[in-house]
Nanobody, 115 residues
């Protein structure tokens, strides 16, 4: 079973930063658009950001200017850099690898922004 390995979540104070990582198998990584969704308690899952195999980036308006996404092709890993975090960013963040014909998901990582 193909797995995406996520890491980097945790507890951070408002205004702080975190970087999430998502590693995919090599044959998946080079073909996939890598991205993140998040789900806060009691809310629907929402799109956060993604980066395609060519490096084109898309970021949701709700996090634009604070979050960015990148990928390291040598490590088969995508990163979500989150700066100026706010309590409203508290959620479980899920990595996805979108192949078009299929979508693979990570196990999710908790991000909590609180003082």
């Amino acid at each position: 079973q193909v797995q995406l390995v996520e890491s980097g979540g945790g507890l951070v104070q408002p205004g702080g930063s975190l970087r999430l990582s998502c590693t995919a198998p090599e044959d998946i990584f080079f073909r996939a658009t890598m991205g993140w969704y998040r789900q806060a308690p009691g809310k629907q899952r929402e799109y956060v950001a993604s980066i395609n195999s060519g490096g084109a980036i898309s970021v949701a308006d709700s996090v634009k200017g604070r979050f960015t996404v990148s990928r390291d092709n040598d490590k088969y890993t995508a990163y979500l850099q989150m700066d100026s975090l706010q309590p409203a960013d508290t959620a479980v963040y899920y990595c996805i690898a979108d192949l078009g014909s299929a979508r693979l998901g990570g196990q999710g990582t908790q991000v909590t922004v609180s003082s």
